[in-house]
Every structure is written in structure tokens, then in C-alpha cells.
């Protein structure tokens, strides 16, 4: 790798959301092309997120995380990274987390095009705390070791143990050479908190929800006054001048 910093970032309502906004960005990149290498970490699958890359001005990523995790491929091949398929496989099993959760009243199976071997995606209005324990708990009982995810007051994704955003950026950074002090995350929903816990530097979105707020209070966070890709390009600047000076 010939960049310097690694940014990797959600797309929904962080990157995408206001197009004069993402234009803004793709005026600006150009300048850091050199220093800032970038993967997308999405909710979403692969196909989707190349689909916005080829109709929007968004950069081309080095690799995109799909999924919420669950996925890592090679952009634009999309070639699935076998390794991270390897890692995360133990003691999983979709089928039977579908199965497991048919009798949850609350708890309605999301459309096909958002389910994968290594995601299984709910919604779920209100859930409560006490509710996603006892989740995790029936599933753990019945012999599956599951990542249970629940993010804008709706979206409840079950992925193996451990996987998450996080993880999953934790592993690629060190698979194309980047250590944690060359590493931006930006965000702003409760399935990018993961992207905030391995002592990366981070962006926080001002239209961010509450969820993801808590965590500018780390020391390695910047609350950006601007919402969407103006607050990516702004938590840039804040950030990149000082790390490449310190390097």
C-alpha cells in the first residue's frame, strides 16, 4: 500500500443522504487521493454498494464490508475474502438461528435480499435490552454462538460470535498493512458502534442517532458539526493533517 491512512466508512446517512454534500466530498478527495486509502462498511451487500460507487461520485474503495460484517470482498472484483470466511464460520449456523426465532412474536424475518449465509436480518420495533438478552440467551442454549445487533429502534441482525463492523474493519486493516494509529472510521447508527471500540480514530456525523454519540467522549473521536459527507470531509481535516505529521 502506497497510502498513508486507511479510512473506513458507513455509507447510509454517513456518506450517502445529500448529494450536493457527497459532490462537495468528490471535489475534496482528489487532493488526498494519494494519502488516503478508503472501504466502505455497509449494512448492505456488495452489489448494492457497487451500484452507488458507479452512479454517485463516491471513491472507489480498496475492498467493501458487507453485511454488518459478515462479509468482506475485493473491490471491484468482488471476490469474497476466504480468510474472514474462515474466521468467522465456527458453531454457525443461519438456518438454525431462523429457525430458533420463528416463535418470537415481535420479531418479523426481513426480505430475502438482506439475509446471507453469515447474516440473518429481523425487524424488530422496540425491542428493549431484556428482550435481546433473552435472545441471545435461546440461541446460545440451543447450541449457537451468535452476534445479536440492534440498530435504528428496527434493525435486529444476528452474525456469528464476535462478528460485527468492527471486527470485520479490525481484520482488513491488517490484511492490506494498516495499523490502528493509520485508522479513520466514520458513522451514524447503532451497527457502526463496533467501528468505534478498537482505538481507531473516529468520525461521528452530526445527524448521527444518540446511540453512536456516546462514544465522542472517547479521546480518539471527533463529533463533526456537519451532517452526512460533510462531516466526513470535515472529521478529515481534523484529523489527517495530524496523523501525517505524526507518522
Known sequence: MTAELLLISDLDDTFLGDREALRRFSEFFPDMKEQLAIVYASGRF???????????????????????????????????????????????????????????????LQPEKFQSDFKVSHFLRGGSQEQLDRIQAKLFDAGVNASVIYSSDRDLDFLPEGVNKG?????????????????????????????????????????????????????????????????????????????????
Open 46 to 108: 456488495f452489489e448494492t454498494v457497487k451500484d452507488d460507487v458507479r452512479t454517485t461520485p463516491l471513491p472507489e474503495p480498496l475492498a467493501v464490508i458487507g453485511g454488518v460484517g459478515s462479509e468482506i470482498r475485493s473491490f471491484p472484483e468482488g471476490e469474497l475474502n476466504q480468510n474472514w470466511v474462515e474466521r468467522i464460520s465456527n458453531k454457525w449456523s443461519a438456518k438454525k438461528v431462523r429457525e430458533i426465532l420463528a416463535d418470537e412474536a415481535d420479531v418479523k
Open 167 to 247: 471486527t470485520a474493519a479490525a481484520f482488513i486493516a491488517r490484511e492490506l498493512g494498516f495499523d490502528q494509529d493509520h485508522v479513520i472510521v466514520a458513522g451514524n447508527s447503532g451497527n457502526d458502534a463496533k467501528l468505534f471500540e478498537h482505538d481507531f480514530y473516529g468520525i461521528v456525523v452530526s445527524n448521527a442517532h444518540e446511540q453512536l454519540k456516546q462514544y465522542a467522549d472517547l479521546h480518539r473521536v471527533y463529533l463533526s458539526p456537519h451532517a452526512r459527507a460533510d462531516g466526513v470531509r470535515d472529521g478529515l481535516r481534523h484529523w489527517i493533517g495530524k496523523l501525517i505529521n505524526e507518522s
